[in-house]
């Protein structure tokens, strides 16, 4: 089959393709939020009628106990490698939407970036692999693999629903490995391939203090104050070394050799830059580690919201009923997500102070650590194509973020997942002002054209 054709296709169709992205990029398809369930059912169609006019077969959307997933195939190679390709249509929520410079779901171009929420995260690496799928089997009527396809809608709050569906289609699911669409890259001037990612896990606790919200004037001092008292419980989680302080959590941590470690200390970083470049000051974190290792290689606990009283304009002299704080952790392989979730509502058990009750609330979407073998042939495979891309030696690197996917799919399928993203880390996915590099999807699409078409004599 001709690479150059299939990516002289593209080409051609370079309008056609941005339109269709564009047009999928508005789709609001929040899964976290009730609110835009119209949004998921709206994406996950889309999907079906893109993966159906692209060539593929048996295109459909299935069940959950959540949100549904897409599936789709194509099983013509007789004697070649089975991929199955994995990649989530679901995205996070806008908020602020105040800062976004233009609407979160009206795609814009500015300066070869197309904005949107979800544009990079997942949407455009999802264009990217139906795209060369697309052009493989307009100019050669066939592809030189088996695929299946696997895209979920709840990635973005853990995968909740996604183990179970793949547990109950494991035959159909069945592949020689998986190749996703999802997992972005370390940095945009440096070629590099994911060998491990950080596993998660979340809980809310919310401190109740009296029945009602109380004049502070009135009963300040002679009741509990829900927010006095989640500021203490909060601060007690971590040292003052910026270890965390749960007992227990770090007991399964198996530290790095020191040749691992210094394979990431050799790596090209300027933490100084890297610091400048999000707008962040030095010095936080685990006292003892490189950034690099207390992002990829250390678990963590952050806070990730907090919210209680009166928070609009002016003042209002009031002690809330209650307070609440969002709380996540990424973990590294070894820990146990659910132990960890024990863990910590032991210790906010424990220290919670007089006066106020607490309610903890585990989220369900739990993710475990994940990492491939270096010499993977899908892998090895990756690092060729990119090589021949960029022009430079493609290294490989940690993920401090979570893809719940990767250990999910070798639990149930007995399968290792190779993550061939054209996103990249600086792309403002989670945050306002998304986006995605059009020379990345083109880039993108040219390279799994390449990846498809030589994967069955690298599997060989």
């Known amino acids: 089959m001709s690479e150059a054709a299939a990516r002289a296709w593209v080409d051609a169709r370079r309008d056609d393709v941005l339109r269709t992205l564009t047009e999928y990029a508005s789709i609001p398809s929040v899964s976290t939020d009730p609110a835009y369930a119209e949004g998921i059912a709206k994406a996950a169609d889309f999907l079906v009628e893109l993966l159906t006019k692209s060539g593929l077969e048996h295109a459909s959307v299935q069940p959950t106990a959540g949100h549904p997933v897409v599936t789709a195939d194509w099983l013509h190679a007789p004697g070649q490698p089975t991929l199955l390709i994995y990649g989530h249509y679901d995205v996070q929520p806008p908020d602020p939407l105040e800062k976004w410079h233009s609407p979160p779901f009206t795609p814009a171009i500015r300066d070869g970036r197309l904005y949107a929420r979800g544009v ?27 695929l299946k396809f696997l895209l979920e809608g709840e990635e973005e709050m853990g995968s909740a629903h996604l183990g179970p569906f793949v547990e109950a289609h494991a035959a159909e699911l069945a592949a020689d490995f998986v190749l996703s669409a999802d997992g972005a890259g370390w940095r945009a001037d440096l070629p590099t391939v994911t060998v491990a990612s950080r596993g998660l896990c979340a809980l809310e606790v919310t401190v109740h203090g009296a029945a009602k919200d109380l004049h502070s004037g009135r009963h300040g001092g002679s009741v509990g104050n829900p927010i006095q008292a989640l500021a203490r419980l909060l601060a007690s989680l971590h040292r003052d070394n910026g270890a965390v302080a749960v007992a227990g959590f770090y007991d399964r941590v198996r530290t790095l050799s020191n040749s691992a470690r210094a394979e990431i200390a050799a790596l090209p970083f300027d933490e100084a830059a890297y610091l400048a470049s999000v707008g962040a000051l030095p010095g936080s974190g685990e006292a003892g580690w490189s950034l690099l290792e207390r992002n990829w290689i250390r678990p963590t606990l952050e806070f990730n919201g907090i919210s209680g009283g009166y928070a609009g304009a002016g003042g209002k002299t009031v002690i809330p009923a209650s307070a609440n704080a969002k709380i996540s952790c990424r973990l590294v392989p070894h820990q146990d997500p659910h ?122």
């Not at 949407?123 to 066939?142: D, E, N, Q, Y």
């Not at 042939?377 to 060729?384: E, F, I, S």
Request: hydrophobic share 45%; proline share 5%.
């Open 120 to 146: 990079s995260d997942d949407k455009g690496p999802v264009m990217v692999a139906i795209t060369a799928i697309a052009a493989l089997l307009a100019t050669s009527g066939r592809l030189p693999v088996n």
């Open 339 to 460: 132990e960890i979730l024990g863990l910590i509502a032991s210790h906010l058990t424990a220290h919670c102070p007089p006066g106020v009750t607490l309610d903890i609330h585990r989220h369900a979407g739990v993710s475990q650590p994940y990492a491939i073998a270096e010499d993977h042939r899908g892998l090895v495979l990756a690092q060729q194509i990119l090589q021949e891309l960029h022009g430079k030696k493609v290294l490989p690197v940690r993920m401090g973020a979570t893809i719940p996917i990767g250990e999910m799919f070798a639990r149930c399928l007995g399968i290792d997942t190779v993550f061939f993203s054209f996103a990249t880390s600086d792309e403002d996915y989670h945050a306002p002002n998304e986006f995605f590099r059009l020379s990345s999807l083109w880039d993108g699409i040219g390279a799994w054209i390449a990846y498809l078409s030589r994967v069955g004599e690298a599997w060989r």
